[in-house]
């Protein structure tokens, strides 16, 4: 069954570090979504991603955050300058969104740690 | 601005016996209702989710039900079994774009 895969699983970074998160969403998707999860607590919602464009974004998502497809396979999130609240594990997810109710599959996350 | 409301925060359960979760939105405009399971380490496992057109929706022992003029849903899950313990969360959507997550339900099954 395709999945949604996420490099790296783990990352440790100085705050003020630049980071980015990679993601290779399933094959046959056009949408792809970043979430964050700060420990314990619920999934929220960063961005979207459609035709090579943010189709939406969260007041979570500021100019510290970009995202990039930068090939036909690869979706990545990248954080210019990290500080420590950024610490959250990070999932990327895919939607075929071939009805506008499609359902997403999310990765397994990477969990980002900024000391 | 959009917010879902979930509730019991924990639920402990004997094996064999049902669990209930549920959900409430606030955003009208709401129509796409997917329900999460997330085990620890993971990402979240969509298990089912529902349409604002449907009332009720199952497959094999979990159920989903929605009343769109109250603004609830819920989770049914018969016959539980231990590996059913793990987070699960409800979500709302208006169509795809953003998805607004509940908090989360930590369930126990006790065997």
């Known amino acids: 069954e395709p999945e949604v895969t996420q490099t790296p699983s783990h990352q440790v970074t100085q705050m003020g570090q630049e980071v980015i998160l990679r993601c290779v969403p399933i094959s046959n998707h056009l949408y792809f979504y970043w979430y964050r999860q700060i420990l314990g607590q619920k999934v929220e919602f960063l961005v979207s991603?459609?035709?090579?464009?943010?189709?939406?974004k969260s007041e979570i998502f500021d100019d510290q955050f970009s995202v990039e497809r930068p090939d036909g396979s690869n979706f990545t999130l990248k954080i210019r300058s990290t500080k420590l609240e950024d610490s959250a594990m990070y999932f990327c997810?895919?939607?075929?969104?071939?009805?506008?109710?499609?359902?997403?599959?999310f990765g397994p996350g990477t969990r980002l740690l900024v000391l | 601005g959009e917010n879902v409301e979930q509730h019991p925060s924990t639920l402990s359960v004997q094996e064999g016996d049902s669990a209930v979760i549920k959900c409430t939105y606030s955003?009208?405009?709401?129509?796409?209702f997917p329900w999460y399971k997330q085990e620890l380490g993971k990402g979240p496992q969509l298990i089912i989710d529902?349409?604002?057109?449907?009332g009720e929706k199952k497959d094999q022992r979990i159920a989903v039900t929605l009343n769109k003029t109250a603004k609830h849903f819920s989770l049914h899950i018969t016959e539980t079994q231990p590996e059913d313990s793990a987070v699960y969360f409800c979500a709302a959507s208006t169509g795809g774009f953003k998805t607004i997550f509940g908090a989360g339900t930590r369930l126990f099954v006790k065997a």
């Open positions: 991603f459609y035709n090579n464009e943010i189709s939406e």
């Open positions: 955003d009208s405009a709401s129509n796409y």
């Open positions: 529902i349409r604002s057109n449907v």
């Open positions: 997810a895919s939607s075929a969104y071939t009805s506008g109710l499609d359902p997403q599959y």
